[in-house]
């Protein structure tokens, strides 16, 4: 007897755990869709037409497709950082002289990535009519004052110098 009552415990036990997991990957919140609903949510704002909404996907992946090499660039650039940081055999100066040129191309490359992401935006802003590009530029300003709510600016807290002899 013990040992049914003992079985129908486990039984329900186990049961009441998958349905609560199930039910919490219900609840789980999808990366994708996630994004889905900014982009629905983007567009519904600007009240965008199904053409727009076609010549901006267009826009979307030409830019993806520019921006593809430059992120593997990056990507592979940052790999190479880490591995000269993490070097045993390599001296602080040599490290230094390694590293040197190598934050130059990451800042040729961020440049050349902000320049797409800047062509994008105008080519997107040409398909939009007055009224769309007002709401953008409503958007964009809400956007960095929400940067700004959450990144306040770093000051340095250097305390102030005092003269040695008083």
Known sequence: MKRILTLLLMVSLLSIGSAYASEQDAK??????????????FENRLNLTDKQ?????????KGHEQMKPIMEKTKAKFKELKEIK???????????AKIAPIKEELKD???KADAIRKENGK????I?????????????????????KNHPP???????????FE
């Open 28 to 41: 789980a919140p999808c990366h994708k869709c996630g994004k889905e609903k900014i982009k629905r949510d």
């Open 53 to 61: 909404k076609e010549k901006a996907k267009a826009i979307h992946q």
């Open 86 to 96: 993490d070097s045993t055999t390599l001296t602080e100066e040599e490290k230094t």
């Open 109 to 111: 490359l961020r440049q």
């Open 123 to 126: 080519e997107f802003e040409k």
């Open 128 to 148: 939009l009519n007055k009224k769309q590009k007002a709401e953008l530029e409503k958007m964009k300003a809400e956007g960095r004052e929400k940067f700004r």
């Open 154 to 164: 770093k000051m340095f807290a250097f305390p102030e110098k005092k003269p040695l």
